[in-house]
């Protein structure tokens, strides 16, 4: 079984540029996710999808960062314009359902450097 | 808000020995799960627990899961170079299933 693809794997951009990132879950997985992994911290949700409506997008920056998943499949993470604060990893995951206590399997990551 | 407190950050051990990475929360969790993740990868899956009392192992780990379901541990026994990584243990606060995590213990097996 193919896990989550993620790409790019890396991405250099000087700041007020635009970024766009690309995730394919699992197939058959319902809910996708969307996490940002500063050095030396833990992964923040950013966004969750169910098929292709948003679960929860409270912690994503709605002024820079947009999140898409038009078919219920892939999903594009954007940031524009993209800020110094703002270098690190994005993750993206899947679940089969959502549903509570079930498993997420995850991406390889894009490690963000913005200069 | 919630969050998760991971004891120690990092720990460095000699190939053979055995160590323990803890993880407690403010307040009662409906599932805590143990990543591990290695550096420039993704994470990966060890276990998830969901009662109070839970024990799970896999391996030379084993997680716990406290009565009251705020605290957990994972411990390693006799520790092999492959065991270094950070792990991370996640929470589900609500129910929803998105999960949030701990800042990671970072772990060094000296050979």
């Known amino acids: 079984e193919a896990g989550v693809a993620q790409s790019p794997r890396y991405k250099i951009i000087e700041k007020r540029q635009s970024v766009a990132f690309w995730c394919n879950p699992i197939s058959g997985h319902a809910t996708l996710y969307w996490y940002q992994q500063i050095l030396g911290q833990g992964p923040k949700l950013l966004i969750q999808?169910?098929?292709?409506?948003?679960?929860?997008d409270s912690q994503l920056p709605k002024d820079r960062f947009s999140a898409e998943r038009l078919k219920g499949v892939d999903s594009t993470l954007k940031i524009q314009p993209a800020k110094l604060e703002d270098s690190a990893v994005y993750l993206c995951?899947?679940?089969?359902?959502?549903?509570?206590?079930?498993?997420?399997?995850f991406g390889s990551g894009t490690q963000l450097s913005v200069l | 808000s919630q969050e998760l407190e991971q004891s120690p950050q990092s720990l460095i051990v000699q190939e053979g020995k055995n160590l323990t990475i803890n993880c407690t929360s403010s307040?009662?969790?409906?599932?805590l799960y143990w990543y591990k993740q290695k550096y420039g990868e993704g994470l990966i899956f060890l276990m998830m627990?969901?009662?109070?009392?839970e024990e799970k192992s896999h391996e030379k780990i084993t997680a716990k899961l406290d009565e009251k379901k705020q605290q957990s541990s994972l411990h390693i026994t006799a520790s092999q170079p492959s065991h270094a990584g950070i792990y991370l243990c996640g929470a589900d606060g609500t129910g929803a299933n998105n999960l949030f995590f701990g800042t990671g213990t970072r772990l060094t097996v000296i050979p």
């Open positions: 999808f169910q098929n292709n409506g948003v679960v929860d």
């Open positions: 307040k009662t969790l409906y599932g």
């Open positions: 627990l969901q009662k109070g009392g």
């Open positions: 995951a899947s679940s089969r359902m959502g549903a509570s206590n079930e498993k997420l399997f």
